[in-house]
């Protein structure tokens, strides 16, 4: 069974950090690009950062270049998205998803054929 977790959400200030993981299982993420996006409440859902697997290109919205990075561990089969100097509009929940896209289709068009279930990241003091 395909199946993408997020893990690693939650409060944190303005200022602070977070590192979400997600995992994928039932296959394997060599093949993929894979994104994260965020959705918060009233808006719809946007590419925040993704990453080709096979050969590391990285795409990133302007909002969170400089202060998010994306990353991949092929033997865990696990993408991560540290989210550092994080601020209040930052806040919704994070989705990853794998694509057989390129990374900035995938990240500007939100193109996933596998979606994980989401975790909250709320920033607030």
């Known amino acids: 069974q395909l199946q993408l977790v997020e893990s690693g959400g939650g409060l944190v200030q303005p200022g602070g950090s977070l590192r979400l993981s997600c995992a994928a299982s039932?296959?394997?993420?060599?093949?993929?690009?894979i994104g994260w996006f965020r959705q918060a409440p009233g808006k719809e859902r946007e590419g925040v950062s993704c990453?080709?697997?096979?050969?590391?290109?990285?795409y990133y919205t302007d909002s969170v270049k400089g202060r998010f990075a994306i990353s991949r561990d092929n033997a865990k089969n696990t993408v991560y998205l540290q989210m550092n100097s994080l601020k209040p509009e930052d806040t919704g929940v994070y989705y990853c998803a794998a694509s057989l896209y390129d990374v900035q289709t995938t990240c500007i068009s939100v193109a996933g054929s596998y979606w994980g279930q989401g975790t909250q990241v709320t920033v607030s003091s």
């Open positions: 039932g296959f394997t993420l060599d093949n993929y690009a």
């Open positions: 990453i080709n697997i096979s050969d590391g290109y990285t």
